[in-house]
Antibody, heavy 122, light 108 residues
Framework: QITLKESGPTLVKPTQTLTLTCTFS??????????VGWIRQPPGKALEWLAL???????SYSPSLKTRLTVKKDSSKNQVVLTMTNMGPVDTATYYC??????????????WGQGTMVTVSS | SYVVTQPPSVSVAPGKTARITCGGN??????VHWSQQKPGQAPVVVIY???DRPSGIPERFSGSNSGNTATLTISRVEAGDEADYYC???????????FGGGTKLTVL
């Protein structure tokens, strides 16, 4: 059974850097094909994909946010860490991590964490 | 970047069939995944790879995908099905996922 849980600050100030951690169980980065993604959702708005990290340490980022995002994994701790620099009020959102499953050259998020709400305000 | 389009809202009476669409250029050549999100909760996948149903998801949920439209069908709709539904596809040209804007399902 795959589970994921996000953790991090609930409030950050404008211009600060946000660091979120996703702690997971039920799969391992030692298995070929595994991946973890980050997705956010501003209040009342749609889902927006941010980043993906794969078992082989490959990474991909949303083109619109690429310059502000970094994703890393700690396989020994079953954790993935997302950092986002220069936070602003528009970055206020619930941030989710999710398990990414491959099949036939494509991928799907098949299990999501509960999400963590981050507010950007001075 | 690949774009997928969903209707903002769909309404259906209890016991009837709801159909929520996800449109995109030749989306039938891609795999489409559907998630249900109830207020204050995280998304839950109800259909993946066009028509596969995760364990625990009722058989009332089904999916299809052809041409330029993928469809999530919910049969015998219940009040508990009221939620936002999002489609997701893999943009193979850019190697990243794309989400639709979401559809709010209202059970009348």
């Amino acid at each position: 059974q795959i589970t994921l849980k996000e953790s991090g600050p609930t409030l950050v100030k404008p211009t600060q850097t946000l660091t979120l951690t996703c702690t997971f169980s039920g799969f391992s980065f030692s298995t070929s094909g595994e991946g973890v993604g980050w997705i956010r959702q501003p209040p009342g708005k749609a889902l927006e994909w941010l980043a993906l990290i794969y078992w082989n340490d490959d990474k991909s980022y949303s083109p619109s946010l690429k310059t502000r995002l970094t994703v890393k994994k700690d396989s020994s701790k079953n954790q993935v860490v997302l950092t986002m620099t220069n936070m602003g009020p528009v970055d206020t959102a619930t941030y989710y991590c999710a398990h990414s499953r491959p099949r036939d050259g494509e991928r799907a998020f098949d299990m999501w964490g509960q999400g963590t709400m981050v507010t950007v305000s001075s | 970047s690949y774009v997928v389009t969903q209707p903002p809202s769909v309404s259906v009476a209890p016991g009837k069939t709801a159909r929520i669409t996800c449109g995109g250029n030749n989306i039938g050549l891609k795999s489409v995944h559907w998630s249900q999100q109830k207020p204050g909760q995280a998304p839950v996948v109800v259909i993946y790879y066009d028509s596969d149903r995760p364990s625990g998801i009722p058989e009332r949920f089904s999916g299809s995908n052809s041409g330029n439209t993928a469809t999530l069908t919910i049969s015998r709709v219940e009040a508990g099905d009221e939620a936002d539904y999002y489609c997701e596809v893999w943009d193979s040209s850019n190697n990243h996922p794309v989400f639709g804007g979401g559809t709010k399902l209202t059970v009348l």
